[in-house]
């Protein structure tokens, strides 16, 4: 069975520094994904990134990286420079690459500070 | 511009009735899913669909049915809705073939049973 976790339900960051939001997973499958979403309080789940199993480098996207520590089964979401649109829930989610379906982990509100 | 679109945003339904919310994606996916979200608990999977005219439970589908008669259009249908139904329901399409397939969502449908 597949599982994520999301430890930290609510997060602070003051604007223009840089946050860590935490995700570890489970599963026993060699090959799967990684993916974290945005969700604004308008309620559209924005993607943001995304990092498989096999991959050397971790994933970078502008502001964002994934810091994926595979033996730690841990894919931490990094936001570097926070700005104030940057607060929202955050979702982090595991891909069954067999069954073609994503686990999704229960968030972290993330709120930035001016 | 990719779309998911979710035919009602809000809907208030009375206990016991037949409830459909229909979703309509214009990516020419294989893959579509039925998600509810409620505070605290993330997105909870209630089913999937792989193909047309093919479906998959996920972890919460006691209550609810689907169907998909046509690529594009995933259904879900509660047959006799209850109060504890009320939540937020996001269909949301990707491609099957691969991984690292972007999940993507429609706006979401609030549904309130009283």
């Known amino acids: 069975a597949q599982k994520i976790t999301q430890t930290q339900p609510g997060m602070f960051v003051q604007e223009k520094e840089a946050v860590t939001l935490d995700c570890t997973y489970d599963t026993s499958d060699p090959s799967y994904g990684l993916f974290w979403y945005k969700q604004p309080s308008s309620g559209e789940m924005i993607f943001l990134i995304y990092q498989g199993s096999y991959d050397q480098q971790n994933a970078t996207e502008g502001r964002y990286s994934l810091n994926f520590q595979k033996a730690r089964k841990s894919a931490n979401l990094v936001i570097s420079a926070s700005q104030l649109g940057d607060s929202a829930m955050y979702f982090c989610?595991?891909?069954?690459?067999?069954?073609?379906?994503?686990?999704f982990g229960d968030g972290t509100t993330l709120t930035v500070k001016p | 511009d990719v779309k998911v679109t979710q035919s009602s945003r809000y809907l208030v339904k009375r206990t016991g009735e037949k409830v459909f919310l229909e979703c309509v994606q214009d990516m020419d996916h294989e893959n579509m899913f039925w998600y509810r979200q409620d505070p605290g608990l993330g997105l909870r999977l209630i089913y999937f669909?792989?193909?047309?005219?093919?479906?998959e439970k996920g972890d919460i589908p006691e209550g609810y049915s689907v169907s998909r008669e046509k690529k594009e259009r995933f259904s879900l249908i509660l047959e006799s809705a209850s109060t504890n139904q009320t939540s937020m329901y996001l269909c949301?399409?990707?491609?099957?073939?691969?991984?690292?397939?972007?999940?993507?969502f429609g706006e979401g449908s609030w549904l309130t049973v009283v």
């Open positions: 989610a595991l891909e069954d690459t067999n069954a073609g379906k994503s686990t």
């Open positions: 669909s792989y193909d047309v005219k093919m479906k």
């Open positions: 949301a399409s990707s491609l099957r073939q691969g991984s690292g397939n972007t999940i993507y």
